[in-house]
Structure formats: C-alpha cells, structure tokens
C-alpha cells in the first residue's frame, strides 16, 4: 500500500491564487520531499524537509511537516499559470535505505 | 536541468517482442532507480542498484530485469513484451545518503499492443 496519501486528488485555481495540498502518511520517516510532474514529462524535485524540520520555505514554496500528526502540506502562493502540474509527495522511511514511497499526487489546474 | 536521459521516450511494440529501455546519467551517482507509472497515478519503483553489479527489486513485483554494468548506464529488458506492461518507465538517480533528492529523466512511455 502507498505511504502517502494525498488530498485533495485535483485543485483548480485561478492565476494569483495559493494553492494548498496535503500529504499523510505511515510510518516514521528520515525525510518527506515534494516533486512536481508535468504532463507526459519526468519528475523536478522541489523541496526536502527532514524529520526534525517543521517549516522550509523556497521561493514561493513553504512546506510544513508534522510528524506526530504524520502529515505535510505543500503551500504555492500567488500561483501562474505555468504551476499547473501534478504534485506529489514522497517518504523515505526510516527503515527504507533511502528508497521514496510516493502518495498518488494532486493535479493543479491554475487558469489565467 | 538534470543530466539523466531516457530512450527511447516513446515505443510502441507488439506482444512477445523484447525490448531494452536505456537509462544513462552523467552525474556520477551511485543510486539509480526504475519507477512504473500509469497515467494519473503513484510512482511504483520496481528496481533498484545502489552502484555497479547491484541490482535489487522495488515494491512492485515486475517482470523485467536490469544490469549495473556501468555507473552512468541502468538499462531496463522485457525478454517478452505484453499488453499488461503498457506503462510510462521512469528512470532517476541520487547521490548515496538518505538527504538528496532524486533527479528523474524524461521517462519512456511503453505501449504494447
């Protein structure tokens, strides 16, 4: 079974708009990163966030994690355009040796 | 933009054919995986060599194989294509450690009629 879980599954918002996403998962976890997926094209990594970190900003990203909640969420402010993609959260869990578990993903549809 | 290629990135062959989907980095890193994907969904990894001469299986069982002849070089064999292996083919690298993130190529999209 996926270790992350990821809602909502779609979102659409329009240009200028913050785009929020969740992640939960299972087990404990080293570190939870978040990758971005446009259509058809390979995975761009985003953001690394480690266990004993709580927020990570980068650029118009902020990313919190909550491990006794087992839970991060994904924060895209004033989006574009050219945000639109699926985002997905992946785990490396503690016994993992570093392997990512990725959840199913959010599709962002940002209109102009 | 990463240093990680795929080919070909997309294929069409028929049942029972073999096929190599190809797999090379110049990075210099010693982890490389292989994840199946079909549209709208999780990532699966289905291989995995943490450097040359180590391969292992992922979570999802699968009927390919792969070699680690190579650092930069991971390629990935079906000896018999069929329909159910119909899929997108991600490949992606990392640095050894548990903190680096995961550099992906463009990902080959299999259809087999």
């Known amino acids: 079974s996926q270790q992350g879980e990821e809602d909502p599954q779609a979102l659409s918002i329009q240009e200028g708009e913050n785009a929020t996403m969740n992640c939960s998962y299972k087990?404990?976890?080293?570190?939870l990163q978040w990758y971005r997926q446009n259509s058809g094209r390979g995975l761009v990594h985003l953001i690394l966030?480690?266990?004993?970190?709580r927020e990570k900003h980068s650029g118009r990203l902020r990313v919190t994690l909550d491990t006794s909640k087992k839970s991060s969420s994904l924060l895209i402010t004033a989006s574009r355009a050219a945000d639109t993609a699926s985002y997905f959260c992946?785990?490396?869990?503690?016994?993992?040796?570093?392997?990512?578990?990725f959840g199913a993903g959010t599709q962002v549809v940002v209109t102009p | 933009e990463a240093d990680i290629y795929q080919t070909p990135r997309y294929l069409v062959i028929g049942t029972g054919k073999k096929i190599t989907l190809e797999c090379s980095q110049t990075?210099?890193?010693?982890?490389m995986y292989w994840y199946q994907q079909d549209p709208g969904m999780e990532l699966h990894l289905i291989h995995y060599?943490?450097?040359?001469?180590?391969?292992e299986k992922g979570d999802l069982s699968s009927e390919s194989t792969v070699s680690r002849i190579r650092t930069e070089h991971f390629p990935l064999t079906l000896e018999s294509a069929r329909p159910s292996h119909t899929s997108q083919y991600l490949c992606?690298?990392?640095?050894?450690?548990?903190?680096?993130?995961?550099?992906f190529g463009p990902g080959t999209r299999l259809t087999v009629t």
């Open positions: 087990t404990s976890i080293n570190n």
């Open positions: 966030i480690r266990s004993n970190e």
């Open positions: 060599s943490y450097g040359v001469n180590s391969t």
């Open positions: 990075m210099g890193h010693d982890k």
């Open positions: 992946a785990t490396v869990p503690t016994d993992s040796w570093g392997k990512l578990q």
């Open positions: 992606a690298s990392s640095e050894k450690g548990l903190y680096y993130e995961q550099y």
